[in-house]
C-alpha cells in the first residue's frame, strides 16, 4: 500500500497509518532471509487522512469586509484500512540482469467518517455571516440575533490498486527489489451540511456535495530486506508515481421559504505521489512472521471546494469552484501473509 511532508499552516495532506502483521510461508532457515515463491498477504488496521478542510461562512450582510471562514471542519480524519497482496517470483533470470522476475499485484482500501458541528453568529465585528448558494445569489443568515447550529458529515473512501513487475536480487545482507507498474488511486469524499436556526429549528439551509477523484498512472521504486538479527528482518521501501487526476464534483443547496440551485464542476491536473515504508518482521516459525510497517503517501494535489465568497449587500456572491491543495495519509496495520 502507498501511503513524506506533512502538513504545513493552509496546506492540507492525505495520512495513513499502518500496524502490519505478517505470516509467511517460506522454504528456508529462520536465520536467513527466506526464499520466497507465490505468497499472499492480507492486512487491516487504522488510516489518518489529512485532506483539504471543509471551509465556508465567508459571505457578509452588507459591504463590510469579513475575515472567515468561520466554518472550517474536517481534514484530518481518522478511519480504517485494509489491503490485499499476491505475487510470485518466477524462476526466469535475464542473461543482462543479476536476479530473478516477478509479478505483484496489491489493492487497499480506506474509510473514515465523522460528524462535526459548530454554533455561527455574527462575526467580531457584527457583520451577520452567510452561507451563499451555490448560483451565487444570497443563501443562509446566521447573526447574534439568530445564531445557527451547523452539522457537517464528512465520509471519506479511498482505494489504491498497484501492478507490478520487476527484479529481485540479492545484494550481499540485501534482498532488493526494482519494480515498476501501473496504478489508480480512487478518493471519493462526500459532505452533508445541515443548517438551522438555534430560536427556530424547523428554519433549515441543507447542503449535499460529493468530490469524487480518479488517479491513473504509472509507479517505479525499490524495496529493500535483510536480517537484523536471528528471526527478525528489516524492510525499506520508496516509490514515486506520476498520475493524471480528474475530479468529478456535484453539489444541491436548499434552504426554508424556497430557493436553492445545484452545481457541477470538473478538474483535472497532473499530480506525483512519493510513498516510503519503514518495516520489521520477525519470524516465528519457517513459514508465519509477525511485524510492523508504517508508510507515508503524499499527493501533490487533491480537490478542493471554494464555497461561494463576497457580500449580499447586491446578491453579488462568487458561485463556487474548485481547486487543489496537497494531501497525504499514513498507516499502521496488522495482517497475514502466507507464501506458497
Known sequence: ?????????EAPFIITFTLLFTCEAV????????????YLKADAGAV???L?????????VGLAPVSGPFFSKSGNQVGVIGGLTGGLVTDYSPSFLDGFVFFEASGSYGRSKRDYSSTLGSDSAGNNIRFGLFNG???FNSSNAAPVTY??????????????TGIEAEKGAWKVRYQFGPQWIILNQTFELRGNLVATPSTFYNRDESLNTNYY???????LSRAVYEHLFLNLEADISLLKMETRYSGTDARTGGGGSSLALNLDKIAYSPH???GIRYQIRSNVELGLNVNYNYLSKAPKIVHATGSTAFGNFVPASLTTQSASIWGATAGLNIFF
Open 1 to 9: 500500500m502507498s501511503p513524506l511532508p506533512t502538513r504545513f499552516g
Open 27 to 38: 522454504a528456508s532457515e529462520v536465520s536467513s532471509e527466506p526464499a520466497k515463491k507465490a
Open 48 to 50: 489518518l487522512f489529512d
Open 52 to 60: 483539504p478542510k471543509y471551509e465556508d461562512g465567508w459571505g457578509v
Open 137 to 139: 445569489s444570497n443563501g
Open 151 to 164: 452539522r457537517l458529515n464528512s465520509d471519506i473512501e479511498y482505494s489504491n490498486f498497484v501492478f507490478s
Open 217 to 223: 498512472g504509472g509507479q517505479a521504486g525499490i524495496s
Open 276 to 278: 516510503a515504508t519503514v
